[in-house]
């Protein structure tokens, strides 16, 4: 995965602080770039997944993306755009602990 500074976290959370509905909104949205895999399983699309941080569903888009796939990247930030979620550059210093919750949703330890 690409150095932190290289991708952007959407956040569930709205500018006016309420969380977004549906709680998995971001998975619906990893949804439409992923594809199935050789075992006939869906799998993420590499440069935009979903996770939860500190409690808070979002999703993780690394900046590759609007080179690889402009149209994909610019949906992305329209979504965000539309539905007024807070997007951020990611500063975690150190790639963190990568688990999955009950429902297979990584979650950073």
């Given at each position: 995965?690409?150095a932190s500074s290289?991708?952007?976290?959407?956040?569930?959370?709205?500018?006016?602080?309420?969380?977004?509905?549906?709680?998995?909104?971001?998975?619906?949205?990893?949804?439409?770039?992923?594809?199935?895999?050789?075992?006939?399983?869906?799998q993420y699309c590499?440069?935009?997944?979903?996770?939860?941080?500190?409690?808070?569903?979002?999703?993780?888009v690394d900046k590759?993306?609007?080179?690889?796939?402009?149209?994909?990247?610019?949906?992305?930030?329209?979504?965000?755009?539309?539905?007024?979620?807070?997007?951020?550059?990611?500063?975690?210093?150190?790639?963190?602990?990568?688990?999955?919750?009950?429902?297979?949703?990584?979650?950073?330890?």
């Amino acid at each position: 995965m690409s150095a932190s500074s290289e991708r952007i976290i959407i956040e569930g959370i709205k500018e006016d602080g309420n969380k977004f509905r549906p709680s998995d909104w971001c998975e619906r949205l990893a949804t439409t770039l992923a594809s199935f895999g050789d075992d006939q399983r869906l799998q993420y699309c590499k440069s935009a997944h979903p996770c939860i941080i500190n409690g808070v569903n979002c999703l993780i888009v690394d900046k590759d993306l609007e080179v690889n796939s402009p149209e994909s990247y610019e949906f992305l930030l329209a979504f965000a755009s539309e539905n007024k979620l807070k997007v951020q550059e990611d500063r975690r210093q150190s790639q963190q602990k990568v688990a999955e919750d009950r429902r297979g949703r990584r979650v950073l330890a």
